[in-house]
């Protein structure tokens, strides 16, 4: 009998989502557990599957159509349908490939939402993508384009060989544009840019956020990480990374300073006495906060080894709702991108936020004398309705202290 494919429920506040592609046509015929459509959510993409052999009869809801819980996206029937057409192979390897013997059909190849989205957008055929585990992500599709061989050069009449060329002083100036012309794009917002941008505007008319700042002296975190570098990549096989001092610094100070560790509901603080530090990555479709659960039961090693692999989920696509959910504090690192100084925004209900910037070198004051120093500009963006000034500028100098004192931080790690 005909099932319906209906948007699944999909975790903690997330009630919509916006149909990014369908990946069968009305008629496909359809196994059980074959991906049919993608969905875009605020969070993560994913896919709805099918629930029966069949054929995909009926697409209720195209690509770009936004859709709610339990609503139904297509309708799947009895039958054989038609089987998919092949995936385009670029004329030149057609022509180089050796003919060969008739096979069988083969089974749709898993792939992530962002692997389909790289393949398309690099002309990749996913059947020629080599996993490195169960299902295809964006990495992998990044690998087989990085390994594609470079098209050979055109032949040439041998010549005397040229000098090389001088390097431009200035970088060469762009083409103009013709005269007149005043073109305009415009590209709808993915559902998680959108949301995003919601959520900001929400934080910043609901939440009383004022910002403190101070510095950082790197000096004995570097000394140390020199140090230890090798020994802990031998012990654990990752290195020691900075963010990894801020997490545990963090974790102290919200035990010295616990209303940063807190949500208002209503009239009620609730103040929390676990402690799972969000850590904002970057990913293609915008930045996510995947969260670092019992960060005070972790080692430094578990730290880095956590903050990594979201680091790498978060290009390929693979975190999860699970992934993503709550969060009690949330650290952000905008020196990764250069940043010197920013004002980092609440990520609610949290009520607490620590930015941290680019390490550069400085002249300082220190004992009476003007020494260069790797410094770093560190923030707090704090819920005055919940958290005091002066509490939160004696937080942000614990944390100063604890990381320019880094040997503390690493007992019992």
Same mark, same amino acid.
């Given at each position: 009998?005909?099932?319906?494919?209906?948007?699944?429920?999909?975790?903690?506040?997330?009630?919509?989502?916006?149909?990014? *592609?369908?990946?069968?046509?009305?008629?496909?015929?359809?196994?059980?557990?074959?991906?049919?459509?993608?969905?875009?959510?605020?969070?993560?993409?994913?896919?709805?599957?099918?629930?029966?052999?069949?054929?995909?009869?009926?697409?209720?809801?195209?690509?770009?159509?936004?859709?709610?819980?339990?609503?139904?996206?297509?309708?799947?029937?009895?039958?054989?349908? @038609?089987?998919?057409?092949?995936?385009?192979?670029?004329?030149?390897?057609?022509?180089?490939?050796?003919?060969?013997?008739?096979?069988?059909?083969?089974?749709?190849?898993?792939?992530?939402?962002?692997?389909?989205?790289?393949?398309?957008?690099?002309? &990749?055929?996913?059947?020629?993508? @080599?996993? /490195?585990?169960?299902?295809?992500?964006?990495?992998?599709?990044?690998?087989?384009?990085?390994?594609?061989?470079?098209?050979?050069?055109?032949?040439?009449?041998?010549?005397?060989?040229?000098?090389?060329?001088?390097?431009?002083?200035?970088?060469?100036?762009?083409?103009?544009?013709?005269?007149?012309?005043?073109?305009?794009?415009?590209?709808?917002?993915?559902?998680?840019?959108?949301?995003?941008?919601?959520?900001?505007?929400?934080?910043?008319?609901?939440?009383?956020?004022?910002?403190?700042?101070?510095?950082?002296? %790197?000096?004995?975190? %570097?000394?140390?990480?020199? *140090?230890?570098? /090798?020994?802990?990549? #031998?012990?654990?096989?990752?290195?020691?990374? &900075?963010?990894?001092?801020?997490?545990?610094?963090?974790?102290?100070?919200?035990?010295?300073?616990?209303?940063? #560790?807190?949500?208002?509901?209503?009239?009620?603080?609730?103040?929390?006495?676990?402690?799972?530090?969000? &850590?904002?990555?970057?990913?293609?479709?915008?930045?996510?906060?995947?969260?670092?659960?019992?960060?005070?039961? %972790?080692?430094?090693?578990?730290?880095?080894?956590?903050?990594?692999?979201?680091?790498?989920?978060?290009?390929?696509?693979?975190?999860?709702?699970?992934?993503?959910?709550?969060?009690?504090?949330?650290?952000?690192?905008?020196?990764?991108?250069?940043?010197?100084?920013?004002?980092?925004?609440?990520?609610?209900?949290?009520?607490?936020?620590?930015?941290?910037?680019?390490?550069?070198?400085?002249?300082?004051?220190?004992?009476?004398?003007?020494?260069?120093?790797?410094?770093?500009?560190?923030?707090?963006?704090?819920?005055?309705? &919940?958290?005091?000034?002066?509490?939160?500028? *004696?937080?942000?100098?614990?944390?100063?202290?604890?990381?320019?004192?880094?040997?503390?931080?690493?007992?019992?790690?």
């Amino acid at each position: 009998m005909p099932a319906n494919i209906v948007v699944p429920e999909m975790g903690e506040s997330i009630v919509d989502a916006r149909v990014a *592609r369908w990946l069968k046509n009305e008629g496909d015929a359809v196994t059980i557990g074959e991906p049919l459509v993608e969905l875009e959510t605020d969070k993560v993409d994913i896919e709805v599957s099918a629930t029966q052999n069949g054929v995909l009869e009926k697409i209720l809801q195209p690509a770009g159509a936004d859709v709610k819980i339990g609503e139904v996206l297509g309708v799947i029937a009895e039958g054989e349908g @038609r089987s998919a057409p092949p995936a385009a192979v670029p004329e030149a390897a057609a022509a180089a490939a050796p003919a060969a013997a008739p096979s069988a059909p083969t089974t749709p190849v898993a792939a992530t939402p962002s692997a389909r989205r790289a393949a398309r957008e690099q002309n &990749i055929d996913l059947a020629a993508v @080599r996993p /490195d585990g169960p299902r295809i992500t964006k990495a992998d599709v990044d690998k087989t384009r990085a390994a594609a061989p470079a098209p050979a050069p055109a032949a040439a009449a041998p010549s005397a060989p040229a000098a090389p060329a001088a390097r431009p002083a200035v970088a060469p100036a762009p083409p103009r544009r013709p005269a007149g012309e005043r073109t305009e794009t415009r590209e709808r917002m993915s559902k998680r840019r959108a949301t995003i941008a919601r959520r900001l505007v929400e934080a910043q008319q609901t939440a009383a956020m004022l910002t403190t700042f101070n510095e950082v002296d %790197m000096s004995q975190v %570097m000394q140390l990480r020199a *140090r230890q570098k /090798d020994a802990f990549r #031998n012990a654990y096989g990752i290195s020691l990374g &900075i963010a990894s001092f801020f997490v545990r610094a963090a974790v102290v100070a919200l035990r010295e300073f616990p209303r940063l #560790n807190a949500e208002i509901q209503d009239d009620v603080m609730v103040l929390k006495h676990y402690y799972d530090i969000g &850590i904002a990555v970057g990913a293609p479709e915008g930045l996510v906060v995947p969260v670092l659960r019992d960060v005070d039961r %972790m080692t430094f090693a578990e730290i880095e080894a956590g903050i990594r692999d979201f680091a790498q989920r978060a290009h390929d696509g693979t975190l999860t709702l699970e992934d993503l959910r709550g969060g009690t504090f949330s650290i952000t690192n905008g020196g990764v991108y250069g940043s010197l100084n920013s004002t980092p925004i609440l990520n609610p209900p949290q009520v607490g936020i620590l930015g941290l910037h680019a390490i550069k070198d400085r002249p300082v004051a220190v004992d009476g004398q003007v020494v260069v120093r790797p410094m770093m500009n560190i923030a707090l963006t704090y819920d005055h309705r &919940i958290v005091d000034g002066s509490e939160a500028v *004696r937080f942000l100098v614990r944390i100063k202290e604890l990381v320019e004192d880094p040997g503390a931080l690493l007992i019992g790690s």
